[in-house]
């Protein structure tokens, strides 16, 4: 299973920017989706969660901002960003909890990060 993150780049203060995840190989389910962030000199936080019921969850600096959503025909999990400061600059990390059989665990996996840069 491969997690596979694009979307990121630089963007001006004020601006938006939608962040994709599409998750690859052989998955049965998707438990749950996440986006995480890390800033330099940071520790990683979670910016959005989403429940496969559909229930989500957005870290406090996000809150009203920023919207995940997910398109379960393409295993794909998106991150829209609006309203950007130059503080959401960080490495943004795509999170998912799957099985990859039924009767499987559900396990972990993560993105390979893409950087966001907003500008002042």
């Known amino acids: 299973v491969q997690l596979q993150t694009s979307g990121g780049g630089l963007v001006q203060a004020g601006g938006s920017l939608t962040l994709s995840c599409v998750a690859s190989?052989?998955?049965?389910?998707?438990?749950?989706v996440a986006w995480y962030r890390q800033a330099p000199g940071k520790q990683r936080e979670l910016v959005a969660h989403?429940?496969?019921?559909?229930?989500?969850k957005y870290g406090d600096p996000v809150q009203g901002r920023f919207a995940i959503s997910r398109d379960n025909a393409k295993n794909t999990v998106y991150l829209q960003m609006n309203s950007l400061k130059p503080e959401d600059t960080a490495v943004y990390y795509c999170?998912?909890?799957?099985?990859?059989?039924?009767?499987?665990?559900?396990?972990?996996?993560w993105g390979q990060g893409t950087l966001v840069t907003v500008s002042s």
């Open positions: 999170y998912s909890e799957l099985r990859k059989y039924f009767g499987d665990y559900s396990l972990a996996y």
């Open positions: 190989g052989s998955i049965f389910s998707i438990d749950a």
């Open positions: 989403m429940r496969s019921g559909g229930d989500r």
